[in-house]
């Protein structure tokens, strides 16, 4: 069976660039949007024109030079917003407008003073303003996962007919559970008329660290894009991370999905971006963590030695990284110490494993982690000449 495409649309330089301090250059934008493209991302969110004459500017240069991807520009529904977008974009050889208006109650009421037929009016009237620019024009429907299904599904159909071409179904505070998110997107796909004119899209945030589950559970229920960051970087707790769906995806070939995405440039992909934005990622991030294909403790290393699949079910050269690591602590067994003696130059027989493993473990119990250096120091400490 052929694998439905589910597209990567990219808003690291937009939503991502939201965090404190991660603000970035024109410059650095047109690197990692000139990597984003290398990387096969179907759509860039290059940013927010109206926001800025920065902005404006990156969004403008970013247009002129990505030669695949569609590049897209967020606005309020707002026809200042749309008209700058439309300006900002005018380079782009696959251009997309992403406007859109708060949906839930809430919103409507504290954020809007309005009421349900009027942001329906508003949200048509700005499809319609957009269209008038670009025919690519994505509607998002902000803070749905808080908004009533039924009336989200008549925002939905209105903004369809006004000539939306993705349905962004955000939500926006990070609140839903998977199986709740799940059933939004389905209930969505079988109640929206002309819900085939459209592609329907998660854009899910990480309060509640479900993003990536609402996003892939999204999908599995019909939407066909799914908004992301790498790093999963983002506003508050940040985005879905699109290191994490897209090898969901590759790992899981029951679901029949797949992206475009060229998963060895993942882990160089997630380096550039933490170096130009300045934010780390935790050591044990999924996927692109420095401890993601790493193992410390001796049972987990004595399976990966043996074989890699015992303990790891993604290759790390799928995504870039060269090679598991064994790392040698306290909690290390023979295997490990033999492992990285002879990655050293050190070829143990099993009389020289015993010899210098007690060694080894009083030494390891002074030190976080044992280094190249260290295991030279033992060897000589124990006379073992190198191999």
Not at 50 to 58: M, R
Not at 228 to 235: A, F, L, R, S, V
């Amino acid at each position: 069976m052929a694998k439905d495409h589910v597209q990567i649309f990219d808003t690291t330089l937009r939503d991502g660039e939201q965090v404190p301090g991660c603000k970035l250059n024109t410059a650095q934008k047109l690197i990692i949007a000139e990597r984003l493209d290398i990387l096969g991302v179907d759509i860039i969110e290059a940013g927010f024109p109206v926001s800025s004459p920065g902005d404006f500017k990156s969004v403008e240069a970013i247009a002129k030079l990505v030669k695949n991807a569609t590049v897209c520009g967020l606005t309020r529904s707002v026809e200042n917003d749309i008209k700058v977008a439309a300006e900002a974009l005018k380079y782009a050889v696959r251009p997309r407008i992403h406007t859109g208006i708060g949906t839930s109650d809430s919103h409507i009421k504290f954020k809007f003073n309005s009421n349900r037929d009027a942001i329906i009016e508003r949200a048509v009237a700005a499809v319609k303003f957009a269209k008038t620019f670009v025919e690519d024009v994505e509607f998002y429907a902000e803070d749905a996962g808080r908004t009533d299904n039924e009336y989200l599904a008549r925002v939905c159909e209105a903004v369809i007919k006004a000539g939306a071409t993705v349905l962004n179904i955000p939500d926006t505070t990070g609140y839903c559970l998977p199986h709740e998110y799940g059933a939004k997107i389905k209930y969505l796909k079988e109640n929206v008329k002309g819900i085939e004119k459209a592609v329907l899209s998660c854009h899910c945030h990480n309060d509640l660290g479900l993003a990536t589950a609402n996003s892939i559970e999204g999908a599995i229920n019909g939407a066909r894009q799914i908004e992301c960051t790498i790093n999963g970087i983002g506003e508050r707790a940040g985005n879905t991370s699109l290191e994490e769906v897209v090898m969901i995806m590759k790992q899981h070939p029951d679901l029949n999905l797949d992206t475009g995405i060229n998963t060895k440039l993942l882990y160089s992909t997630s380096q550039m971006v933490q170096e130009h934005m300045g934010m780390f990622v935790q050591a044990n991030k999924a996927v692109v963590g420095s401890n993601a294909f790493a193992h410390s403790s001796g049972i987990h290393q004595d399976g990966v030695i043996k074989n890699r699949e015992t303990y790891e079910i993604m290759d790390p050269a799928d995504v870039g990284v060269t090679e598991s690591a064994i790392v040698l602590t306290a909690r290390s067994g023979r295997a490990a110490l033999a492992y990285r003696a002879k990655k050293v130059g050190y070829e143990l027989t099993k009389l020289e494993l015993d010899e210098i493993y007690p060694k080894f473990l009083d030494y390891a119990d002074t030190k976080k982690e044992i280094v190249d250096e260290d295991i030279h120091i033992l060897m000589e400490t124990s006379s073992i000449k190198m191999s």
